[in-house]
């Protein structure tokens, strides 16, 4: 009996075979027929060899290879436009017999969370540390550090963070300049004067006598403020208060300066002048008048008027100079007097803690006092002291590295859970690019993070704190490449719209919208096809939207069939364009990568270029493209990313609606490789939003490597699987995916490293395709 019950249970943990007589009747007869035709020693259409897929054991000894041919006939791109296509319901009943092998095979392996090597703070990640610890505004990518690289897409992936001598250059001075300035020993340079009005384009009119504009301070210090005053009031009006605003907080008010005219060309002109303390930091600036009776209206004629009129038309800033005032961050920082005793001690011990994400071992405590007392006793104060071995905090490697340790770290068959301490690290840097908080590290200290109700409570309050937002600027700017927006340059000459203003207002209506999407837990397939958008005045006039009057931004239902999702958004059709005209081929890509998670290979070298000068005039944009798609070596490429491309070709460079490229009508009709074709670009959309798993597959794994900080290999996939089928009936809310990743194995584990090639996970099989990828 105990036999039989052995092999029973070794039977249950082996991987279970492929059944024959289900492949010979549900998938054979395809690959044999269909796609072997193409797929044969002879041809090897796309470098890929078919004739060795006949047996049901490959189903197991060769899965990668049929995950991919899994994927193509999901997607509809096998066969191809010209092969005849074997029933749907044969096409459905191949996939769903692979579906139920893997899905199979994956529920009798060990499951597999991976690891990930020691990793570097990237440039946004230490910035926001710094800010969070000590509350300096320290803006690693204005001090030049160097760029971090990216790998699968984004900057925070351990294996390509490398640290370069000019980094350990930038870590040593940016330590003595924030160690500074949280102290408040800082010799301020010499004042520098900013101007903000509508000449300059840098000033945003709220209404008629309210102004706004976004300035950052470099230091804690008094400034001059100074505001310019058009228009002029009577001799005998009452007196009007004027109000000034930092970050919604009223600081100043003052009486606005009445004259009268004494100017014959221009209206007279005076300007309010104060100087107040003004802590560091990027903040919005609001003027406005604190009297509800005054009520501006601008002057008759212009500036040629004697009205009762006077209004805020510009703010300027100087500084910064020496003040009085205690900072925020030196109050943060110096808790108590470094001059009594165990004071230092206090202030250092706790640094230590923030910085390095875990209570400091006695040694770390006993080295970094030693720091301090050589300090004192070079002659530096007790304050001075303290400044020092904050420099030396900074410069640590526990600070600078996330470091998780393996009991075992050869062994690459054991799974352990990481510390609760290390899981308050991953938590923090995947949901707010920065350390741990205080509440954080104490739930962690008491090592009941790994329990799932307090790990939700706190991912629960985690994304409700500003903080969060991070996991948009980051994630889904890298994601949707809407870093990019910073660094393209439309052609004015040809994009007469464009602008810094125009830009910023794409970037904020992509934020808010993916935030909203976030916040409210809603469908990821609403991304694509939300009748709403988030608009200001000068954004809705650009997209043809009337009734959207002032410079904020809100919420904006869609009437029409020209905007709807990301993917008409003029943020997204901008970084997926060239400077100067569209890209048909760059969209289909941009949607092939980011929408449906299913990149194409690299173009082989030496592809002629297209000759754009006769885009528009000569020859139509989608006409020239078809030179690339009779080049055999193209076509399979291009047959897949152009046809998604030209759905969205009414929109022009920088995502204007258009229905003519020059003198030639836009036709954006075509048909996907599955089949289904559309005319409009909101038909594309709908297919598009209808391939919901495909879309969420695509955002679940590239969030997971965002916030595993590794690329995903295939003992990943029952996780991505399983996280799919989970949020599958409630159609992928977004906000539960970040749930789900954070109870999955890979972010809560990991195992020792692989030490020999039997250890090592298979590899895809080299073909000629991803070899050239």
Not at 210 to 229: K, N, P, S
Not at 460 to 479: C, E, H, I, T, Y
Not at 599 to 610: G, I, M, S
Request: proline letters at 8%; one cysteine or more.
């Amino acid at each position: 009996m105990r036999m039989i019950l052995g092999v029973l249970l070794l039977a249950n943990l082996l991987p279970a075979a492929p059944d024959p007589a289900a492949f010979d009747r549900d998938v054979k007869p395809i690959v044999g027929k269909t796609c072997v035709a193409c797929h044969n020693a002879s041809l090897e259409s796309g470098g890929v060899n078919l004739t060795e897929f006949l047996s049901a054991a490959t189903v197991a000894s060769n899965r990668p290879a049929w995950e991919k041919i899994l994927q193509k006939v999901r997607s509809g791109e096998m066969p191809p436009k010209g092969i005849p296509r074997p029933p749907q319901p044969k096409m459905d009943a191949m996939v769903a017999y692979l579906e139920a092998e893997f899905d199979k095979a994956d529920r009798n392996t060990k499951p597999d969370p991976g690891r990930v090597t020691v990793r570097r703070l990237n440039r946004t990640e230490y910035s926001n540390s710094v800010r969070d610890i000590l509350g300096v505004d320290f803006r690693a990518a204005e001090e030049e550090f160097p760029t971090d690289d990216l790998g699968e897409g984004f900057d925070n992936v351990a294996d390509v963070l490398s640290i370069s001598p000019l980094l350990l250059e930038k870590y040593v001075a940016a330590a003595e300049s924030i160690a500074a300035r949280a102290t408040g020993h800082v010799a301020l340079p010499k004042p520098i004067t900013s101007l903000y009005d509508a000449n300059s384009h840098n000033l945003q009119r709220i209404d008629l006598d309210t102004i706004e504009a976004t300035h950052r301070l470099d230091f804690d210090a008094d400034y001059d403020v100074l505001i310019g005053m058009p228009g002029e009031r009577a001799k005998d009006a009452a007196p009007v208060k004027l109000g000034f605003w930092m970050d919604g907080t009223l600081l100043q008010q003052v009486e606005v300066e009445t004259k009268p005219s004494s100017l014959v060309y221009f209206s007279p002109f005076s300007e309010t002048h104060f100087r107040l303390f003004l802590p560091a930091g990027e903040h919005v600036f609001r003027v406005a008048f604190l009297d509800d009776k005054y009520v501006v209206t601008l002057p008759e004629n212009s500036y040629f008027s004697t009205k009762n009129n006077k209004y805020p038309g510009s703010v300027t800033f100087s500084g910064p100079f020496p003040t009085k005032h205690e900072s925020a961050s030196r109050k943060r920082l110096f808790s108590c007097n470094p001059e009594e005793s165990g004071c230092a001690a206090k202030i250092l011990t706790g640094l230590a803690r923030r910085f390095y994400r875990r209570p400091a071992t006695d040694a770390e405590i006993a080295q970094i006092m030693k720091i301090a007392a050589l300090a004192r006793k070079n002659g530096e104060s007790a304050e001075g002291s303290v400044e020092v071995a904050l420099e030396a905090i900074l410069v640590s490697p526990n600070f600078l590295f996330r470091v998780e340790h393996d009991p075992n770290p050869t062994d690459s068959v054991a799974v352990h859970k990481v510390s609760d301490l290390e899981l308050a690290t991953r938590l923090s840097y995947f949901l707010w690019s920065s350390t741990p908080d205080d509440e954080l590290l104490w739930v962690a200290e008491q090592k009941k993070l790994h329990e799932p109700a307090a790990l939700e409570a706190q991912v629960k309050r985690m994304l409700a704190d500003p903080r969060s937002n991070s996991l948009v600027d980051n994630f889904v700017g890298q994601w949707l490449e809407l870093r990019n927006l910073d660094s393209v340059k439309p052609d004015q000459d040809k994009f007469l719209s464009w602008g810094p203003e125009l830009k910023e207002s794409m970037k904020m209506e992509t934020k808010l919208f993916v935030e909203n999407i976030l916040r409210e837990n809603r469908p990821l397939p609403e991304m694509l096809n939300a009748r709403y958008s988030y608009l200001n005045e000068q954004l809705a006039k650009f997209y043809g939207i009337s009734g959207v009057t002032g410079p904020e931004f809100r919420r904006v239902d869609l009437t029409t069939d020209e905007r709807g999702g990301i993917l008409t958004q003029a943020s997204v059709l901008t970084v997926s364009s060239y400077p100067t005209r569209t890209s048909p081929t760059i969209r289909g890509k941009y949607i092939l990568n980011n929408v449906l998670g299913t990149p194409p290979p690299p173009p082989p070298p030496d592809v002629p270029a297209l000759d754009a000068s006769k885009v528009g005039s000569e020859v139509s944009l989608r006409s020239q493209l078809s030179e690339h798609r009779s080049n055999p070596v193209c076509a399979s490429c291009h047959s897949k990313m152009d046809v998604l491309g030209f759905g969205l070709e009414n929109y022009n460079g920088i995502g204007k609606w258009r229905t003519m490229d020059g003198k030639f009508p836009i036709d954006t009709s075509g048909t996907l490789p599955g089949g289904k074709s559309f005319v409009t670009a909101q038909e594309m959309r709908g297919i598009l939003a209808g391939q919901t798993q495909e879309f969420a597959r695509c955002v679940t794994e590239k969030m997971m490597i965002y916030a595993l900080g590794r690329g995903l290999q295939a003992y990943d996939r029952p996780t991505v699987n399983g996280i799919i089928a989970k949020l599958k009936p409630e159609q992928y809310p977004f906000q539960s995916l970040i749930y789900e990743i954070v109870r999955s194995l890979p972010f809560q584990s990991r195992r020792g490293e692989f030490v020999t090639n039997r250890d090592k996970p298979r590899e895809e099989p080299k073909t000629k395709e991803t070899a050239s990828r």
